[in-house]
């Protein structure tokens, strides 16, 4: 079972800015990295380390975290930007994976 | 840039062994683990495994018994078995780069996976 929580769903009005978050304890140590998914298709990386955005990624998703939370922001929500969006850490405990996804969160853009 | 291409057998019966091989293209494999990682239909992201070019692999505790992840260093490719299969182990089935470095400053760590495969849907079915 996931170790990291997210909200189920999450709705925003084109052009207005969401944010979606994760929590759990590994985050305490290790930042999240936030991977976006439509419908058939593979994850894709869209914010990993503090808040970096891999090449491609529009400057409209930013990440943040504090204490024992990890948010993925999206400043200015398009129309494509709806699709499940999942937060990923390591986790060192022992207690669980070396890796564990959250939860998941599906984002609408209305 | 580095892209990833697999492949393998999408139907099987329970009992049966999965396997799947995923090929790295246009970039380096070593210094860096690679790794599997499904989704059960509707469902979200597990991880699997994940091997270096030396071999060096980490599972799943929840999976290890039944999961073997090979490289083939030659041909840049890694395979992942999964074996005694049966109706919950249907899901797509990724392979992806996994990334990390130590942050100094802040005294965080960070990991991440790209690219991903394509994914293979596998379905487990008498």
């Known amino acids: 079972s996931s170790e990291l929580t997210q909200d189920p769903a999450v709705s925003v009005a084109l052009g207005q800015t969401v944010r979606i978050t994760c929590q759990g304890d590994s985050l305490r140590s290790y930042y999240a990295s936030w991977y976006q998914q439509k419908p058939g298709q593979a994850p894709v990386l869209v914010i990993y380390g503090k808040n970096n955005r891999p090449s491609g990624i529009p400057d409209r998703f930013s990440g943040s975290s504090s204490g024992n939370t990890a948010s993925l922001t999206i400043t200015g929500a398009q129309a494509e930007d709806e699709a499940d969006y999942y937060c990923?850490?390591?986790?060192?405990?022992?207690?669980?994976?070396?890796?564990?996804f959250g939860t998941g969160t599906k984002v609408t853009v209305l | 840039q580095v892209q990833l291409q697999q492949w393998g057998a999408g139907l099987l019966k329970p009992s049966e062994t999965l396997s799947l091989t995923c090929a790295v293209y246009?970039?380096?494999?070593?210094?860096?683990?690679w790794s599997w990682i499904r989704q059960p239909p509707g469902k979200g992201l597990e991880w699997i495994g994940e091997i270096n070019h030396s071999g060096s692999t980490n599972y799943n505790p929840s999976l290890k018994s039944r999961v073997t992840i090979s490289v083939d260093t030659s041909k840049n490719q890694f395979s992942l078995k999964l074996s005694s299969v049966t109706a919950a182990d249907t899901a797509v089935y990724y392979c992806?780069?996994?990334?990390?470095?130590?942050?100094?400053?802040?005294?965080?760590?960070?990991?991440?996976?790209?690219?991903w495969g394509q994914g293979t849907l596998v379905t487990v079915s008498s």
């Open positions: 990923n850490s390591r986790d060192s405990s022992g207690n669980h994976p070396p890796y564990v």
């Open positions: 992806a780069r996994a990334a990390s470095y130590y942050d100094i400053l802040t005294g965080y760590y960070s990991s991440w996976f790209d690219p």
């Open positions: 246009g970039g380096s494999f070593s210094g860096y683990y």
